[in-house]
């Protein structure tokens, strides 16, 4: 695998290797370089654009929860969907996640929005378009990344016992990938303000995500650190 994506981890190599070889990945590199010879920031740092497949290897995603595109703030995005770096303060569709959880699992919230320890247990956090301009939400929809987000959707399918997360109709158009019959497929509304209301909340995806994982002798997930 390129250079440029090395932070991978090896684990994914049969799945997504030959996706590095073919022309839109080629031309998603070359984009990248350019911004970089020309001082062009994109988020997250290049360091982090594979961060959730360098902290979640194949064989241990237990659960797949997908994004839309990184977060387009200064000091937002790390390379995780949803999650934030530490100290940076919780973006509000985080928060109503947290507020669900609380409540799902009669736990307290978290404080901090960093993930990784989600993604260091099975989490997989999947933004679908992988690189964002600052102050430009879905300013990259158009490079190609959906195709190589969707080798992981399918390469994970392959897998039994996953629980898949779609929250808001982004997400859900996802669905169409998912044909094996022995994963779990939660659908709700975003977690955004606009819509939580609309049934995100009382959705009790991670309750049911983990008694999906404990009736199949998996670990069950701990979300509340």
């Not at 956090?125 to 080798?151: E, I, M, Y």
Request: hydrophobic letters at 35%.
């Amino acid at each position: 695998m390129s250079k440029l994506f090395k932070g991978v981890d090896i684990s994914w190599k049969p799945f997504i290797e030959s996706e590095f070889q073919k022309s839109y990945m080629q031309e998603i590199k070359s984009f990248l370089i350019n911004c970089s010879q020309n001082n062009e920031v994109i988020y997250p740092h290049p360091k982090d654009i594979f961060k959730s497949l360098e902290l979640t290897s194949f064989q241990s995603v237990k659960v797949v929860i997908l994004g839309q595109d990184p977060y387009h703030g200064p000091n937002q995005a790390h390379g995780l969907a949803f999650s934030v770096k530490k100290n940076v303060p919780i973006p509000p569709s985080l928060k109503n996640i947290f507020k669900e959880i609380s409540e799902d699992l009669h736990s307290n919230k978290r404080l901090s929005g960093d993930l990784t320890n989600w993604a260091k247990q099975g989490v997989l956090l999947l933004n679908t378009c992988l690189t964002v301009f600052p102050g430009r939400p879905g300013s990259h929809a158009n490079l190609g990344w959906q195709k190589f987000t969707d080798s992981i959707i399918d390469a994970v399918d392959t897998k039994d016992n996953v629980v898949f997360l779609l929250w808001g109709s982004y997400a859900q158009k996802k669905k169409d990938l998912l044909l094996n019959k022995n994963n779990l497929v939660l659908e709700a509304p975003h977690p955004s303000p606009l819509s939580a209301h609309r049934g995100f909340f009382g959705c009790k995806h991670f309750s049911k995500a983990n008694e999906f994982l404990r009736k199949n002798k998996i670990e069950e997930i701990d979300w509340s650190s």
